[in-house]
């Protein structure tokens, strides 16, 4: 069914183009993973894709990362601003000029229709090295930016003809592993074709002005429920304060302070309390707190709200200057995207508690980054754990949680492509809270090393619990092991042939209290 001519979208018409758009964004993902080389992007799927219009505004995304997601118009805008042409792709990671951290490598393409640009395409992928001072770029005891890998501003990497040779040699001398990069670097580009393919296509067969409608209808309707359901809390008020464990240089805790309040239809978020920059790399970029901001107010809408744009609209941040979810140049942040965007999400859900909102426990607030690097290779993962339960049930055991929806490495891809065997990977029985509702358990995953090499660990909830709600208990702390010997949540250790590196993942709080029924 056509809707070119149509002066306003029924609900039936809205919902096809929706879905119309959700699709190309779905198949820019498919045509990613099947075409990268790294298991972090092809198996794990670690990566995001997401649908602009020709203004900039994330009209789709796929049911991705939403630590990508919620930060990617951050690097259109960042693309816009160098003036593109039509059919230019751009690649960036600067987490000061819209990135997130130095391994999430981003690429923009500008799609063009007769030489004008109508949308733009972006893919998100966490590339398993990107330099810096410890092998997969995730280091540990990073206290500036230049350490933790090249930083990418947005620069021109490929026309329609071709790779900007230039700048693709620059970057490849810089990372361990240049095949490999150039591989997943080839599947984002195809991806982004993907995406301006459909878009053409899309255009072409219901006609530009109807695009045009059919984007601000899409966007001004995901605004309207999102304030709707801010209305439905109005007057809520609720505060709470998390935190980080160190920040891989000092072991002191480091604070996220959150009020939130409904007013009228319009969500405030003021982080005011917070820590300032601390020296270690678990700050983030104003990106990543409004990615969880987004994530937060999206988990409280229907499944049927469109995700685009219009949720951001309807959100009031307050965050102050030089605090260590605000970063600044020249802050380092790798984990800061991973690690302290959990811990956002977690103190946001904790203030929407306190404020009479009917949310699960906590989970396991964690993305367990294990980065193991030797000659010539370099392997990423994060791990999942438990979920918190709820009102409404048990929460899920060995899933990723919170900002990240990732699979797992399947066993047989990791000991395939690395000189790595997994001795043993299983749910971590018991780990949940205890409750009405158990919270989810956590998974053991036991690395045994063939050759020598490093393993970077960042890490959370070592020393401070997933936390119950509503009476119920506290999930188990996560545990990293070398050989049966305890390991600090943070670090980075030389290992040798034979070594196991185990790491126990945290369970998710209990809701309600133990043997109660109401």
């Keep these: 069914m056509s809707l070119t001519s149509r002066a306003a979208f029924d609900p039936l018409a809205l919902t096809v183009m929706s879905h119309a758009v959700a699709m190309i964004a779905e198949e820019m993902g498919t045509v990613l993973e099947r075409g990268a080389l790294s298991p972090n992007i092809r198996e794990r799927r670690d990566a995001s894709a997401a649908l602009f219009d020709e203004e900039g505004r994330m009209i789709a995304q796929a049911a991705h990362i939403p630590v990508h997601l919620g930060a990617m118009p951050e690097a259109v805008r ?28 981003t690429m923009v393409e500008a799609v063009g229709d007769d030489g004008r640009i109508i949308g733009y395409t972006a893919v998100r992928a966490h590339h398993a090295d990107v330099g810096g001072m410890s092998p997969g770029s995730m280091p540990r005891g990073a206290t500036e930016l230049v350490q933790e890998g090249i930083i990418v501003p947005p620069v021109r990497i490929a026309t329609e003809r071709g790779w900007n040779e230039e700048i693709l040699t620059f970057l490849l001398a810089n990372v361990r592993t240049p095949d490999e990069r150039l591989g997943d670097l080839s599947a984002q580009r195809a991806a982004c074709a993907a995406g301006r393919d459909g878009w053409l296509a899309l255009r072409r067969r219901e006609g530009a002005d109807t695009l045009r409608a059919a984007c601000d209808a899409l966007l001004d309707y995901t605004e309207r429920r999102a304030r709707a359901r801010i209305t439905e809390l109005a007057g809520a008020r609720g505060s709470a304060r998390d935190a980080l464990e ?52 999206r988990t409280l809408l229907d499944d049927d709200v469109p995700t ?55 989970g396991q607030g964690t993305m367990n980054n294990v980065t193991f690097g030797g000659q010539g290779w370099t392997f990423y993962e994060t791990l999942g754990g ?100 305890p390991l600090p949540a943070k670090c980075r250790v030389e290992l040798s042939v034979g070594d196991v590196v185990s790491i126990l993942t945290p369970g998710g709080g209990g809701w309600g209290q133990p043997g109660s029924t109401s």
Excluded at 85 to 105: I, Q, T, W
């Design 246 to 297: 160190g920040d891989g240089v000092s072991e002191d805790d480091v604070v996220v302070a959150v009020t939130l309040e409904a007013m009228e239809d319009r969500l405030r978020i003021d982080f005011t309390g917070t820590a300032p920059i601390v020296r270690g790399n678990v700050n983030c970029p104003l990106a990543v707190a409004r990615s969880a901001a987004v994530f937060v107010l």
């Design 308 to 362: 685009n744009d219009g949720i951001a609209r309807a959100i009031e941040l307050v965050v102050p200057d030089g605090c260590a979810v605000n970063a600044r140049w020249p802050a380092a942040v790798a984990a800061g995207n991973v690690e302290m965007s959990q811990r956002i999400t977690d103190t946001l859900f904790a203030a929407l508690a306190d404020a009479g909102v009917d949310v699960p426990a906590q």
């Design 78 to 105: 960042a693309v816009r601003e160098r003036e593109p042409r039509a059919g230019e792709v751009f690649l960036l990671n600067d987490p000061y000029r819209g990135g997130s951290h130095l391994p999430d490598l």
């Design 386 to 485: 438990g979920q918190g339960a709820s009102s409404r049930g048990p929460g899920p055991s060995a899933v990723h949680v919170g900002m990240s929806n990732t699979r797992n490495t399947p066993i047989e891809s990791l000991e395939l492509a690395y000189p790595i065997r997994i001795d043993e990977y299983a749910v971590r029985r018991g780990s949940g809270g205890a409750g009405r509702h158990l919270g989810g358990d956590g998974v053991v995953r036991r690395y045994r090393v063939l050759e020598a090499c490093t393993v970077t660990l960042l890490t959370e909830r070592r020393r401070h619990a997933p936390q119950g709600s509503a009476g119920g208990g506290p999930g188990a702390c996560g545990v990293n092991l070398l050989n049966d010997v």
